[in-house]
Structures are given as C-alpha cells and as structure tokens.
C-alpha cells in the first residue's frame, strides 16, 4: 500500500489539476477579501476579527473546493482506463482494490491539503489586520474546522467520485455534478433538519461552523457515512465489473 501511495503522489505532482485547484483556492481568498471592503454604514467587514476566516470557509466549499477535489479524485481513478494504462498494470499484476483505496486516500491528503492552504492565508491575512484581536484559540478552533472541512467533504464528494468512475462518461462531469451538488446547500442551510443531514452542510455541522445540538451532530455523522458506503459499494461493484 505504501507503495502505491508514493507512486500516486508521484503522478499528482505533474497534474495541471493540482495547479487549477491551488488557484482555485487563492482566487476564493482574494474575492473574499475584497468583499470585505464593502462600507456598511462607515463599517467594513474585513476590519472585524475573524471575520475573513469564517466567510472564506463556507463559500470556498458552496462554490469552488468540492467541484476541483472531485475532478482531481475522478481523475486519478478513470486515468488509467482511459488512457489504457490499466490493461499494463493488470500484467505485473496490481490488486485493483488497493490501488483505488490509494488513489482515494491521495484525494482525501490533497483535499485536506486545499482547505489548509485556504486557512493559512486567511490566517495570515487576519494576523496581518488584527494581530493584537487574536486569541490562539480562535486561530486552533479555525485551525480544527478548516481541517474536519477537508475531511468531511472529501467523505461528502466520495460517492460522486465513484459514480463517475463507475460511469466511464469522463472525469469532467465530476466538476458539474458536484458544483450543483454543492451549490445545493445554500438552500438546505436555511433548515437545521436539512443542513444537518445534507451531506455538504453536515460538513459545517461536524466542524463547528454551525451551531448544532448533539442529534445534529450524530445525524450528520450518519448522512456522511452512507456517503462512505455508498462510494464503497459503487467502488466494489466497479472492480467486480473490471
């Protein structure tokens, strides 16, 4: 296993999607930023601590993060069949179970990874404009949300990852599918049954971003565990199918 984590990092690393998500994610901060320029009443946003931090978070995941770490994931699993590379593995010969646990688990690091970038810039940002405002607290409890962020909605994307996969019609429909998927939760947020059981909004109510009680904490652990199962099952019957 571990080496064909290394030999997935490997592949990664030359992929123009890495790029297009690092973008990605810089372009959300910059927009963001400048968003916190808007006077209301002689007040701006961006001039209250903390503020840059928690706004970046949920509008990265709404519009951008899951769309990219679901083409990067679909990517690396359809490649091979799609460029008939597999047809050569299958000759050394590869357990294909485990190289499609590898290649999910190099798209789970890397949509960690995207969320981290995204907090190290708003954080250095914030320490920039409001060093004296700060507390470590705060920056460890934005530091843990950002990361479950990066988990969770890596577990919320799974089962899109696997379907197209499973599909064979093309990693870039991976992108539509899941901008709508995600764009989606802006309307299931204005309920807390449904932001608590909608697989991207439960994301915000395992992290801490929403304020939740303990039946929506569990029933968002369930919602992104029959994501996991489901991806799990879509992904077996694919190797099953090959």
């Known amino acids: 296993m571990g080496t064909l984590l290394w030999a997935e990092h490997q592949k990664i690393r030359r992929l123009s999607f890495v790029w297009i998500a690092i973008f990605a994610t810089i372009m959300v901060a910059v927009i963001v930023f400048l968003s916190g320029f808007t006077d209301h009443n002689g007040i701006r946003d961006i001039d209250t601590a903390g503020w840059y931090m928690a706004v970046a978070q949920p509008l990265a995941t709404f519009f951008v993060l899951p769309a990219v770490i679901a083409l990067l994931g679909s ?5 091979e069949e799609q460029e008939r590379v597999i047809d050569s593995l299958r000759l050394v010969p590869v357990n294909e179970a485990k190289l499609t646990i590898a290649k999910m688990m190099v798209t789970l690091v890397y949509s960690i990874l995207f969320y981290l970038l995204l907090f190290l810039i708003t954080c250095l940002t914030e320490v920039a404009l409001h ?3 700060l507390s470590l607290g705060m920056i460890v409890n934005y530091l843990k949300a950002y990361f479950l962020d990066g988990v969770c909605i890596f577990l919320a994307i799974s089962p899109i990852i696997a379907l197209v996969s499973y ?5 870039w429909i991976a992108l539509v599918i899941t901008e709508f998927y995600s764009f989606i939760g802006l309307f299931t947020s204005t309920s807390d049954t449904l932001k608590a059981l909608y697989p991207i909004t439960a994301v915000f109510t395992i992290s801490g971003y929403y304020d939740a ?25 694919m190797n099953r199918y090959r």
């Open 75 to 79: 990517y690396l699993i359809c490649r």
């Open 131 to 133: 060093f004296s405002d």
């Open 167 to 171: 599909m064979k019609k093309g990693y």
């Open 213 to 237: 009680s303990t039946t929506q904490v569990i029933l968002s652990c369930f919602s992104l565990l029959c994501c996991v199962g489901l991806a799990v099952t879509i992904l077996a019957s």
